[in-house]
Structures are given as C-alpha cells and as structure tokens.
C-alpha cells in the first residue's frame, strides 16, 4: 500500500465525513431560513388582506351604502374583499390559503374549526399576542399555519355587526338577525388564517442544500486534485529518486549522480544529507579496498 494511496484514503474519508457533517448541518440550517421566509411571504400576504380591508371599510364601502336598504353587496364586506383579491392571486400561488375565521361569524362559511378556534381564544386572552406559527397535520400534508388577531379598531365594522337594527336591512334579510352581531370596539372576534404546505418549505431547504452540498463537493475535488499534484511533486517524485539512489548505492554502484531537490523544505534537507551520507560511504569503501 503506498504513500499515495494511504493519503487519498485517509483525505477521502475526510472529505466523505466533512461532507455528511455539511449536508446535515446546512440541512438544518437551510431549512430554519426557508421556515422563515415563507413565514415572511405570509406576513406580505397578511400586509396584503389589511390593506384590502381598510380600503373596502373607507372607500368602497361608503360610496355603496346608499344601496343598502335594498340590495346588499357584498363587495362593501372587508372580509369579503380580502379574500376576492387572495382568491385572485392564488391562481398563480395555489400553495397559499387563506381564511377569515370569526367566532360569531355572519357567514357560516367563517365559522372557525378547533385549530382556529384555538387560536382566537389565545388571541382573546392575551392582547398582545399579535400572531400564532405551527404546523399542521392534515390528511392532505403538513401545513405552516400562522393565524394573525382581527381586532375591532375602526367604527366602520359596527355598522353591520352590532345589533340587527343597526345594519343594513339587506344584510339581515341574507343573512339573519341571528349570527354576527354584538360586537364591539377594541374587542378580538377572529383570526386570519393563512397557510402554506411544509412541502413548500422542504422543497426550497433541499433545493438550497443540494447547491450547497454541490459547492463543499467541487471544494474537495479541487482540494483531493491540488493535495495530489503537490504530493507528488513535492514528496513522493524526490522520495522515489532517493529510493532508487539508495537501491543501487547499497550495491555498491557509486556512479549514479547525486540529486539535490530545489528549496529549503525537510525533503531538500533529506536530499542534502543523503548525498553527504553517500560521500561518507563512498570514501569509506574505498579506504577497505586500499
């Protein structure tokens, strides 16, 4: 087993471990970063319905109130609005839902399940908790969920959610005098949820990690090809010019040159004591045969 061998072996082990060490860590890694990001695109998506909702309660809603004694629309409806616009951009995002979930929604379609229910709850008993991260298992996958406080700030809502006398007669006639009513200012009646599948997440960790793993990889195929070119310039081609020196000197044959490698490295150190050790051998053999 040579020199050579031995050194590729032991760097290739390491290059191997270091890899799979690399692979895991940057896997991790990776994958807390895609985590968050997609947490970030959730918020832009949050920033997104807000946006839709404050102007829908300022702007539309104001300019169609007119109409509503006798025709409800409900494109005067925030909620409604947001999730218009949501269902527009998910046909280009499907990965992406979204859902405004309220206890005492006016639309049964609102009404929250467990999960969500869960989260209002928590929302309603801590003020300031301003948003909930967790994934859930669903029959279809896990999700990232993150659920954001819809909280009564703006008078405008109590327009069609205090009491039934107060909101427009075509709603009632909709909807009921039974569900959506009685809220109040200041007070948490929802949640938005939006989600995002885990796929979406374990697809861009691993995307980034095979770059990654990639890169380490041409690192140590350029480090095993550069290492190998230098030992064999630097060690093994002197080492085997000495060997073969040394073969033929222990035989008596003085009449190879001698080979003095270049520089001021332990193996030009070597030559130089190699040839003074064969001029010191080469004298003393000629003194017995005197």
Known sequence: MGLRFKYNLVLLLACLLGIGAATVVSY???QKTAV???KQNIRLLRGNALAVRSYTLNHVGPLLSDDSDIL??????SAFAARSVFATFREQFPDYSYKEAALDPTN?????DALERSMIDQFRADPELDQIATVVETGEGRFLTMAFPITIYQEGCL???STPEVAPPAMVDLYGPDNGF?????ETVGAQIISAPMALVERRARDTGIILVSGLALVFLLVFVMTNILLGRMVLTPVRRM????????????????????????ISSLS???NRMRRSLERAMSMIDV
């Not at 049964?108 to 929250?112: Q, T």
């Open 182 to 186: 009685g809220w109040t200012l200041g």
């Open 159 to 161: 327009v069609c959610h």
């Open 272 to 274: 130089v004591s190699f």
């Open 72 to 77: 409800f629309l409900p494109e005067t409806v």
């Open 28 to 30: 991790l890694f990776v």
């Open 243 to 266: 060997s073969a020196m040394a073969e033929k000197v222990s035989m008596g044959d003085f009449s190879v040159p001698e080979y003095r490698k270049a520089g001021d490295d332990e």
């Open 36 to 38: 968050d990001d997609v």
């Open 108 to 112: 049964p379609a609102d009404r929250p």
